[in-house]
């Protein structure tokens, strides 16, 4: 190749990742690389992730592919000139942190302090860039301050209240837990049991928001199933509240409403259904069901909600011996308790209507009940329960009406009579706020001797914790803190009077619902954060997390921040505008059997041709690929990874093996290849001891080189914007191929690869920015542009089909028509051999593609 060359001043060394990356991280930390300032007039970019609870066991492969994507989006957003915030902090109050404190005999402050110390040492090593300076803990006084800060004024606007609900008791763990930390009746972390109580509770009402919370999604960059769920758990219904009397007459007093969102359809409710937690179950139940109905309540006491809501196959329930009237006919149908009724949900009763309802259909018919069809099936019909359109039928006023009009009607017919009225209702239950631990923000509330709530003043914040000897649970449902009087006892803030603070600690979930704000101004005493300073950074532009936040982190932020709108406090009226779920990593477990649930260490197999046998016996051993999990012996610790391989080359994999969003498996052989694509692009840049550095040429690339780069730039950059790593990691790959077969490599070539494999290999790029005489950190050089000139080729080649088989390939001028191209195809040996003596009745070029013939 014409041109200069590039002198090799250097004496080539192996590829060592450990001293290699170790030097970088100190330079960049040196260097504030990737502190970021506020008044900074470039094009501002807000990448964030889920921030972590920092447990004993350090990072697993979730942590590392769920942060090398977010790093991978901030350092290409610095590439591009964009102004990046990319912080990052520790969520460390709540259940977690204190079992691990109790189980290792230590303080819980000291438990995080410990586990935060070698998150972040890890986080360091695989060489993410985030600005420490802007490092925050929901556990610092300073923090939580403005936690409780945002709680007076969610209380102020009546949004915070008190009140007695049935909760997830466990007494293993002496708290209250969310139906999401229960399964089977028992405690996630633990596996105590959980029974059903009411307590006192402290609560938010997330209810008042659910239409906004709901309409707002529509302007969200969010996963559609994300987006699906959200709607689901918030579950807006629209139909009618119908009061249903007990007993012959309107002097027997009592009544129950439920609601329905088929109101055409009650002339068909045989039997009502209560929750088992309802008020009046105990009232009307008689003597003669008493001990049947007791029993079955004390059982559903011991189930939670989720399971209850999840178990569709198992139909019971108990009569209670009392009757409600149908008022829209005057007919008297049994009240029964069951289960899948939730006193939390609607009303805790509803109307069974079996002819139009599945669940009620196999209920009734399970326990000999009326079944009396509303709606008129398609005559076609086989099944049992008919939920979909017809005329009404067997519903007096309302026969022969469509659907829509039946339910217009019926409503207006019960608001006439006074026994019912046209409602929107939500499935969105209002936020059990309130916890009964020690490790969690104290609530800024005194109690008078009346137990009347009062907040503390602004200027008395943060009420912290106090020291404590032991902060095991009471045992008793309260708060550890209700055992320390000095602490407990106090005085009324207004009065002056002795009074009593609120025991109850806030759930792990209040630290996280504006974390992302303190970022933005993380050292402020004066304010939660700089109203100038929000109003540049928000919204956070791509925020990365698990898919198992769906729906409560996420809601609950979405609502706190919708409350800091509503105040004037936050500039916008989402949180997170674009939200990214990374995939799970799945890997091989080992059991004996398929039957036998216990799992099996590698270190108790031995592997023959891709078949793990158990050493102990000889056997083969039961295989499944799964998500990693302790509890499956089938983790990955990354530290030995970076100890193997690096830093970079865990990084490059874990985004090489699929897109973010997929589920990927990993494969130890697979990052060997990774691997060795590095030590690949080391000796040709580099050199080591088997290879000398190749020359490189200061002409630029020219004719097939030029059109190679430009296109690899192309696809690249086309790639990192869809966050498509994998492909883009593909196309470096093919790139480094095409400089192998170049002597020398033109120096633009070069160029534009390392700024490429910055993002994801940032350490080793670095090491070769500096090797080969470039200026500055290749972290934050610009992201190499394309000529759109380049990426036209003077061929293009063609597959030529006949009758639907491919039969040749055809290389031609890409300046040639159609005819020339239908007339090459046809003179191709094998093509011409299909065709001959044949009548072609169709020829078409899609061009740059495909050539295809059809021959009779």
Not at 333 to 359: K, S
């Amino acid at each position: 190749m014409a041109g200069g060359s590039v002198p090799q001043k250097r004496v080539p060394q192996r590829y060592d990742p450990k001293n290699i990356e170790t030097k970088w991280q100190d330079r960049w930390e040196a260097a504030a690389a990737f502190q970021v300032q506020d008044d900074d007039a470039r094009q501002k970019e807000y990448v964030l992730d889920m921030f972590p609870y920092p447990s004993g066991e350090g990072l697993h492969l979730g942590h590392v592919e769920n942060y090398t994507i977010s790093d991978v989006v901030a350092r290409y957003g610095r590439h591009q000139g964009h102004n990046v915030l990319h912080p990052m902090g520790w969520d460390a109050f709540g259940l977690p942190a204190e079992q691990y404190a109790i189980e290792h005999q230590i303080h819980p402050r000291d438990a995080v302090s410990k586990n935060v110390e070698v998150f972040a040492g890890q986080m360091k090593r695989l060489g993410w860039s985030y600005d420490w300076s802007r490092e925050i803990n929901s556990t610092d006084p300073d923090y939580y301050k403005w936690t409780q800060w945002i709680f007076l004024k969610l209380y102020d606007r009546g949004l915070a209240y008190v009140a007695e609900v049935p909760v997830n008791w466990c007494e293993g763990l002496g708290t209250v837990l969310a139906n999401e930390e229960v399964i089977d009746g028992k405690s996630e972390r633990g596996g105590f049991p959980v029974v059903r109580k009411p307590m006192r509770q402290w609560l938010l009402k997330i209810t008042e928001y659910a239409e906004r919370l709901l309409a707002d999604l529509e302007g969200l960059d969010w996963p559609e199933h994300i987006k699906q769920m959200q709607r689901e758990w918030i579950g807006r219904s629209e139909g009618a509240d119908v009061t249903f009397r007990l007993g012959i007459t309107d002097a027997d007093g009592d009544e129950f409403t439920v609601f329905t969102t088929r109101p055409d359809t009650l002339f068909g409710a045989t039997f009502c259904v209560l929750a088992p937690e309802h008020p009046l179950v105990a009232k009307i139940t008689t003597d003669d069901q008493r001990a049947a109905v007791d029993a079955y309540v004390a059982k559903t006491a011991r189930r939670s909600e989720r399971d209850r809501m999840a178990d569709v196959k198992t139909e019971s329930g108990v009569f209670t011996g009392a009757y409600a009237t149908n008022p829209v006919q005057g007919d008297q149908i049994p009240i029964w308790i069951a289960d899948y009724v939730l006193m939390g949900y609607g009303t805790g009763a509803i109307m069974a209507v079996p002819g139009g309802d599945q669940r009620d259909w196999e209920f009734a018919a399970n326990f000999d009940l009326p079944i009396i069809r509303t709606v008129q099936p398609p005559e076609d019909f086989e099944g049992e329960a008919w939920a979909g359109e017809g005329l009404a039928i067997n519903s007096g006023f309302l026969d022969g009406l469509e659907v829509p009009e039946a339910k217009a009607k019926m409503i207006a017919w019960l608001e006439e009579q006074g026994v019912g009225a046209s409602r929107v209702t939500y499935r969105l239950r209002d936020w059990l706020f309130s916890r009964q631990r020690y490790w969690g923000e104290p609530f800024p509330i005194v109690l008078d001797a009346d137990g009347k709530p009062t907040t503390l003043p602004e200027d008395a914040l943060p009420l912290t914790l106090p020291e404590v000897e032991s902060y095991k649970p009471t045992g008793t449902g309260e708060s550890p803190l209700a055992a320390i009087e000095d602490w407990v006892n106090t005085t009324h803030p207004v009065t002056g009077e002795p009074a009593k603070r609120e025991t109850n600690t806030m759930p792990q979930w209040a630290g996280s619902c504006w974390y992302y704000l303190r970022f933005i101004d993380p050292s402020n005493p004066d304010v939660f954060v700089d109203a100038a300073k929000e109003k540049h950074w928000m919204p956070v532009d791509c925020y990365v997390g698990g898919a198992e936040h769906a729906v409560l982190h996420l809601l609950y932020a979405r609502f706190w921040h919708k409350v800091l709108f509503d105040i004037g406090l936050v500039s916008t009226l989402e949180p997170f505008q674009k939200l990214v779920n990374q995939g799970m990593i799945l890997a091989p477990s080992y059991r004996v059997s398929e039957e036998d649930k216990t799992y099996l260490a590698k270190d108790a197999l031995e592997f023959r041709e891709n078949t793990a046998f158990i050493k102990a016996t000889g056997e083969p051993a039961f295989s499944i690929v799964e998500k990693m999990g302790k509890s499956k012996k089938n983790v990955v610790n990354p530290d030995d990874i970076i100890q193997v391989y690096g830093a970079d080359t865990l990084r490059l994999y874990i985004l090489f093996m699929g897109p973010p969003v997929a589920d990927k498996l990993w494969d130890d052989s697979g990052i060997q290849g990774v691997h060795r694509f590095l030590n690949k692009a080391w000796r040709l840049i580099m050199g080591d001891e088997r290879q000398t550095a190749r020359a490189r040429s200061t002409e630029p690339a020219s004719g097939d080189a030029r059109h190679a780069l430009h296109t690899a730039i192309a696809g690249t950059t086309k790639d990192m914007d869809a966050l498509g790593y994998n492909t883009a990691i593909s196309k470096l790959m093919v790139l480094l191929n095409t400089m192998a077969d170049l002597d020398p490599v033109p120096e633009d070539m070069l160029d534009a690869f390392l700024r490429m494999l910055a993002p994801f290999a940032p350490h080793v790029v670095e090491e070769m920015w500096e090797a080969t005489g470039r200026e500055g950190l290749a972290s934050l050089a610009a992201w190499p542009t394309y000529d759109e000139e380049a990426l036209k080729t003077d061929a293009e080649e063609y597959a030529v089909q006949v009758n639907g088989k491919v039969r040749g390939k055809l290389v031609i001028g890409a300046e040639s028509s159609d005819e020339e191209i239908l007339v090459a195809a046809r003179a191709l040996e094998n093509v011409a051999a299909n065709i001959d003596g044949k009548q072609l009745v169709k020829q078409m070029v899609v061009r740059g593609r495909i050539v295809v013939l059809v021959a009779k």
